[in-house]
């Protein structure tokens, strides 16, 4: 049987482990997985948990639970939540619904009350499974919603072999909407292992990822959703360029729904904004481009293009798919999987039978497009020049030199690119902690902000800086703030209250609350230990 997440949320301990050891939860269909004495810990725990049903109080300190809910349907819109109370107020129930709460029960719980909600809770729950994983619906959505032609049209906007009269009669003939001041394109990608795993087939695993994007995204802007070569493509239509960062951020969202619904390993790569519908193509090339970074990167998540490539970086034109792959293996691979490119694009000169004057043509185009690439990780200082790697394909006498040297040239690229990468990633991490220690007394203080002042998409700091200091934003934060309070704490006679203040915090209780929380004791108390 399915278990499914619950979280309770209660200041009182007492309450927590009563409600938690009252009823057998498996044996009704549920596992606790996470519980919290206020709002702010619930928040925090929830994105990390993500559970299905969350059991709240309405009084709480700090944040209360109407509050909490609030904030919660926010982020997570599919959260069950059930709110109880010792107050019988009208005007709690009546908020409570319009917050979307499944029930309002009043304390003290019963044990039988409690059992039959949560059992009234999980035949939804059951639905909604049952709903998104039954194959004959996905089959039935697959007939119905790729009518032909418009997926032709589609896939010639994406590719890019469209005229401007053909692109003007689109919205007329297909109802797309096409008049947009700015577009950009998101590649949505299924792990092929996790493909292997799933019982269904991959054309109805596509289907099922479609129809999740298209839930996500629905309301929320003009979106066009198409299933692409075993991918699904989103193209965005925005009124302003500032709706490209809430883009990115909901097809990350998505990527992780699909962990969570379907048990799918799902990397998105996102392309750069552009002023015309025409450019199209070239935002989805990006995307492509920027999905192929997700081995070097956790999974279910979305990728920025200008988040892993520099601005000037150019996307590769050439048709030969070989090449196309080693250039990819350059970049994201290992040195056993560069090693598996080369021997294909030299099999494939091989079987040609060309003449040397041939291959070394051939070489040259080679030459081009590996310089493009270290231009564009600008590692000349490190790369032959042009002139000097012409010499020596002119030196060549022999196939087998041909191969010995593309690989040895293949690799030095890789590992100079991979050197220059570690190297930018660690100078990030090394901004933001100089950034975190010199603001840290502003309450304002967020990860936007951060990202705002290094420039970067917040996905792909959090996936840096989680890497290079083995902490998340908030808790690398807090760690600075209660540095300088125990420092502030012995070498000043300030108040606990003022020097809360002087730490980012503008609630003293709050404070005292994180304070406890990480040395076990209040700000007094732990003055008077050192003193």
Known sequence: MNLYKVMLVDDEEEAREAIAGCINWEEIGYSVVAKADNGEDALEKAEQCAPDVVLTDIHMPFMDGLTFCRRLKEIMPDVRIIIFSGYDEFEYAQEAVRLGAEEYILKPINSEELIRVFLKIRERLDEDFDRRHNIERLRKFYE?????LKEQFMVGLLEGHLTVEQIQRGPQDYGISLEDAFYTTGVLEIEEDTQNMQPLNPGLLG??????????????????????LGTVVVIAGFKSTQEHKGFIARMDQICKLARKQYGLDTSAGIGRVYGNVRDIPRSFAEAREAVGYR????GDQAIYIDDVEPRNSEVLTIDEDLMRKLITEIKVGDAASLKEAVNEVTGHLKKLSASMPQLRLYCTEIIIELTRVAVTYRLEANWESTKELLDKIDRFHSFDEIAEWLSELCGRLQEAIGAERLGATRLLGEKAEAFIREHYADSSLNVDMLCSHLGVGTTYFSTVFKKE??????????????????????????????IAGMVGYEEPTYFSYVFKKQFGTSPAKYRQKKA
């Open 207 to 228: 289907i099922s990822l479609k129809n999740l994007t298209q839930e996500r995204l629905e309301g929320s802007g003009n979106y066009i959703c198409i299933n692409y």
């Open 144 to 148: 119905e919603s790729l009518p032909v």
């Open 469 to 498: 200091t083995g902490m998340n934003f908030v808790a690398y934060l807090t760690r600075v703030r209660m540095e300088e309070a125990v420092r502030l704490l012995q070498e000043t006679d300030e108040k606990s209250y003022v």
């Open 295 to 298: 081995i070097l990167m956790p």
